[in-house]
């Protein structure tokens, strides 16, 4: 499955019933279910497993699968519409809802065989198990002709070597897509994914990495081991798994850029609470012009996220080509997201340094956003790249 360009047709700004009834089922469950208990998985670093269970009965984990495996059928503006809720009250979750699925479950529905497809997305729809892509490794990140991970075939199976790192969901993840090199003079034309679970001897999770911000989201190495995959876990054809990754990367660059923006959102909204209650030299922070300037800058910046992230999302459901647009909206969105939590920080003074307010929280949580899934220089190649083609 790839990309076409269609005929633009004019941007619509509102939403479907039936996507605020998602957004606000999102909205209720992550004020509810997430927003009380944040800080304690924060402070813990433990997998909320119960949490990502009830997101599976909700269907939010197979957000763009179709019912005949289990999942919810629904599109792009959705899939933003449930990050950016639940960004707000747990950028953590919110980064394990977008790794889930828009990475691992959405490169096998994009690519996969209909017999991969049955096989493996009712189980990541429901949330039974979680999903690892395992694109990354030790040496490197950005740099994907500098992979070391290989596959060479053996018989009617493939045999992979090899070891990924900082990979979400690489310990509490049974089901993997792994990118391995199958032909190394073609460089990353000769790069093929595969379906790799961990009933298959060989393949586990390894060290857990201890992070600054993003603590309950399982981010861990994966190792290869003489692993035994069988040919119909090759995800479309030999030496595609690079132009696949490409088409995924677009996808999860719109998720990342609905948590940047759910993660500035809630910035914002606590710092205008916490400006109007507090006051200093007779009059409350929200009265001071230098405050009141702050927060125009921050609603400034989440607005123009919001265009960008949605205009993404709604080229993605149409399919049209979206490369450019998917690097805007990821750049920007989780530049403006680090900008917005420290300008919130500030706001709230020494007490913003403490974990008694949450936008310290999500200050440490921000950073990762400008880093995954491409950081910003690689966003900053993507859209000069396609600038200069046009």
Excluded at 21 to 29: I, Y
Excluded at 284 to 296: E, H, P, R
Excluded at 322 to 337: D, G, P, V, Y
Aim: hydrophobic share 40%.
């Amino acid at each position: 499955m790839t990309d076409t360009l269609v005929a633009p047709t004019a941007f619509d700004f509102d939403l479907s019933s039936e996507q605020v009834a998602v957004r606000d089922t999102a909205r209720s469950f992550a004020e509810n279910e997430i927003a009380p208990v944040a800080l304690h998985f924060d402070e813990t670093q433990d997998f909320p497993h119960e949490i990502f269970k009830k997101l599976g009965d909700l269907g939010f984990l197979g957000i763009m699968v179709p019912p005949e495996y289990g999942g919810s059928g629904m599109g792009y503006v959705e899939y933003a519409l449930i990050v950016e809720e639940i960004a707000k009250a747990c950028p953590a979750i919110a980064l394990g809802v977008a790794a889930h699925n828009g990475l691992c479950t959405g490169h096998i529905l994009r690519f996969g065989s209909e017999t991969l497809k049955a096989k493996y997305l009712p189980r990541l729809a429901s949330g039974s198990t979680m999903g690892a892509w395992g694109l990354t490794e030790p040496g490197s990140g950005s740099d994907a002709g500098g992979m070391l991970t290989t596959a060479v075939k053996d018989g009617d199976d493939w045999i992979l070597n090899g070891a990924k790192n900082f990979i979400t969901h690489g310990n509490v993840g049974d089901i993997a897509v792994i990118l391995a090199v199958t032909d190394r003079s073609k460089g990353t034309k000769g790069v093929t994914a595969f379906v790799v679970d961990k009933s298959m001897k060989g393949f586990f999770g390894s060290k857990k990495e201890n992070k600054v911000g993003m603590r309950c989201s399982d981010t861990a190495g994966l190792t290869l081991d003489n692993v035994r995959v069988p040919a119909e876990n090759m995800i479309g054809n030999l030496n595609e798994g690079f132009i696949q990754t490409m088409q995924i990367l677009d996808g999860g660059r719109v998720s990342i850029a609905a948590l940047s923006l759910g993660l500035a959102e809630a910035a914002m909204s606590h710092s205008v609470k916490y400006a109007q209650a507090r006051r200093q030299f007779g009059k409350a922070l929200s009265d001071m012009q230098a405050t009141q300037f702050k927060i125009a800058e921050m609603s400034v910046k989440v607005e123009a996220a919001r265009l960008l992230t949605f205009k993404a999302a709604w080229m993605r459901d149409r399919g049209m080509k979206m490369t450019k647009e998917a690097a805007h909206a990821k750049l920007f969105a989780s530049e403006i997201s680090v900008q917005i939590a420290e300008e919130a920080v500030q706001i709230h003074g020494g007490y913003g340094y403490t974990k008694e307010y949450p936008v310290e929280k999500l200050w440490r949580d921000s950073k990762l956003l400008t880093i995954g899934e491409g950081t910003s220089e690689v966003q900053r190649m993507v859209i000069a790249r396609n600038v200069l083609a046009e």
